[in-house]
């Protein structure tokens, strides 16, 4: 019972599946990165939640007394 060589088709491939781990984990750094600052920088974060809030609507006048 002999070992068998690894055949040539399965070293390419492994290599392309860990250039392919490279890239995705790159990725995921990224995202994670703008996530960070972007949650850290400090500025409140307004979106679309169905209120209707005059402080975001262009050219509107402030509310006093919040």
Do not use: C, W, Y
Request: proline share 6%; glycine share 10%; charged share 20%.
């Amino acid at each position: 019972m002999s070992l068998r060589a690894e055949h040539e088709l399965h070293r390419r491939r492994a290599g392309r599946n860990i250039g392919l781990a490279v890239v995705l984990v790159g990725f995921i750094v990224i995202v994670f990165g703008l996530t960070v600052v972007k949650v850290t920088s400090g500025d409140p974060m307004q979106a679309f939640d169905h209120v209707s809030r005059p402080e975001i609507i262009p050219g509107a006048a402030p509310v006093k007394g919040d």
